[in-house]
């Protein structure tokens, strides 16, 4: 959108006589459409499928994103997939964020959706995350029970500081111990007992920690003698849960990219 010819700043209050020009965007599709896009398997069975997402790939349609999703390519390898969550995201039951990379369970019908749905909204799946995160974490293990809302003004942002229970937001707990130590990093291990939008990022930047590559949240865009993340370092390192038709434990691991044990590797010389 142009204001008088010139782009403005998003608080820009219109005058009279301000001329506006808007560009239309193509609408968004009303369903996914399977592309031919490479996907990792960590496992597959009749009921479900678990994929290594990478960072940088958007999981399903949105927010200007229209193709190159997860979905789409997982319409492509497998063709259908559970309609319980939609047509622009069939066989999701969770999701990682953008930039978050790691195990990712999809659902192949409907029945197992349901399963794997009522097992999450029950506490019962475990899900382990590795992150790095800026500063020296005091304690060894911690918990950080705090409820999570949209930012009131940055619509794009979540925040954990709008009071404690039963203050606004939806309960939300996160649990970590510190796995390595280095010079203004800790390395922690992150499970969350709930799965709310961008959970792990905003608690545990709440306690004065961001994630490292997240500027979202208040990680410094560089860090000297380090080159730029370009993304987080927050991976979905491990899930466990019930297998939907057998009532199995499933326990599938995604080990972390190459792009993080490279920086962690760069790290390793500055342990404390």
């Not at 597959?44 to 190159?68: C, F, N, T």
């Not at 789409?72 to 969550?85: E, I, M, V």
């Not at 790691?102 to 009522?118: E, F, K, P, S």
Request: glycine letters at 12%.
């Amino acid at each position: 959108m142009l204001v008088n010819g010139a782009c403005q700043r998003p608080g820009y209050l219109l005058r009279l006589g301000d001329r506006v020009a808007v560009t239309p965007q193509r609408p968004a599709p009303l369903r996914a459409e399977p592309e031919a896009i490479p996907l990792a398997v960590l496992y597959e069975d009749a009921d479900l499928v678990a994929i290594d997402k990478p960072a940088g790939m958007v999981v399903h349609a949105g927010a200007g994103v229209r193709s190159g999703t997860v979905v789409n390519a997982l319409l492509g390898r497998f063709g259908a997939l559970s309609t319980a969550g939609g047509e622009l995201r069939p066989g999701i039951v969770h999701r990682l964020d953008r930039y978050t990379s790691g195990v990712l369970l999809v659902a192949r019908h409907d029945t197992a959706h349901r399963a794997l749905a009522a097992q999450f909204a029950g506490r019962k799946v475990e899900k382990v995350y590795l992150a790095l995160v800026h500063g020296q974490v005091k304690q060894e293990r911690g918990r950080i029970d705090k409820p999570i809302a949209r930012h009131p003004r940055q619509r794009i942002r979540m925040t954990a500081r709008l009071g404690g229970p039963p203050g606004p937001g939806r309960p939300a707990e996160t649990e970590y111990r510190v796995l390595g130590r280095f010079r203004g990093f800790t390395l922690l291990e992150v499970r969350i007992a709930t799965g709310r939008t961008h959970q792990i990022r905003v608690h545990l930047a709440s306690i004065g920690h961001p994630v490292a590559g997240d500027r979202l949240y208040g990680a410094p865009g560089k860090t000297p003698g380090l080159p730029e993340l370009g993304r987080y370092f927050l991976h979905a390192h491990r899930i466990r849960f019930r297998q939907p038709s057998t009532g199995a434990a499933v326990t599938i691991e995604s080990p972390l990219p190459a792009e993080l044990r490279e920086w962690l590797g760069r790290l390793e010389g500055f342990q404390t």
